[in-house]
């Protein structure tokens, strides 16, 4: 079997997969992962749960992978390669960053799980993947003999509006954080905090019925909802405005990877934005770069549709390291 496993703040996900068909989950099992010391004990409770044979093991754990090990950005957790290996059974076992892991699923999705919002042009070269979820993470794919997908914590760089509103929200932000980085606008939390900038400063107003469910709820999904419905002015403000720094992030993370071979937009949020996405702001955002707008232009950007593309992207490296390939 092939063990894999998409490690993130809030939830982690470890499945087994079948080594002749390593996109075939056999076991999925998820966790709550403030509630465990550390992602060992994770991994011992479920082969514990699940006996079996693993012949290799990948983990894509949120944060900065260094030589095998990972201080997780959003939990207490000190992640090491050499413990996940002996707890596997086997020296072939990696642990990589979150969003490597989701850049390793795009060679091996299905067609049906990525929708095109921009055709541009489909060519071999590098590409992009950026997902806003939880927090936002950002990785590339180098093009040369082969695709070689790689890391970052490009979601953690400086926030640059583009507009006077934009500046007034760096403003506002600044108020509240230390540093205002792009995952404080594009992530979940973001969400909210661009709906807080738009009614703290009065620019909307939002339905007393949304506020009222914001109580109850998650906020960023409630707000989402609601923008979906066209229920609420602030809603569809806020959503607007992820929207457009959605596609200029986007557009600022294809011009510094030269990812001409195509932009892929994951993690939990974007599907459930399509129709938001596939749209003139997301367009308008990726492409308003000054003299690049018409290199940019022949970028095709795609959608991931499946939350499984970590899990799948992890077992793609477990496969390869169970056949000795290289991966690094």
Known sequence: MLLAGDIGGTKTVLALFDENNPKEIIKEQRYVSKDYSDLDVIVRKFLKDNPCEIVSASFGVAGPVD????KTTNLPWMVDEVVLAEC???????????LEAMAWSVEILDKNDL??????????????VIAAGTGLGEAGIWYGTRY????????HADFSPKSHEEDALLSFLRNKFQNVSWERVLSGPGIENIFEFLVNTYREK??????EKMKEEIPAAVITAAALARECPACIRTMEMFVGLYGAEAGNLALKLMAFGGMYIGGGIAPKILPLLDSDTFRDAFLRKGRFRDALSRIPIHVIMTSKAPLLGAAHVADLLAHDQPIF
Not at 88 to 98: A, E, F, M, P, Q
Not at 148 to 155: A, I, K, L, M, T
Not at 206 to 211: D, Q
Request: charged share 30%.
């Open 148 to 155: 070689h997908p790689f890391g970052s914590e490009g979601g």
């Open 67 to 70: 030589n095998g090990k990972c």
């Open 115 to 128: 929708v095109c919002i921009h055709q541009g042009r489909e060519i071999d070269d590098n590409r992009g």
């Open 88 to 98: 596997v059974g086997t020296k072939k076992t990696r642990v990589i960053n979150d």
């Open 206 to 211: 939002p339905a007393e019925h949304v506020v």
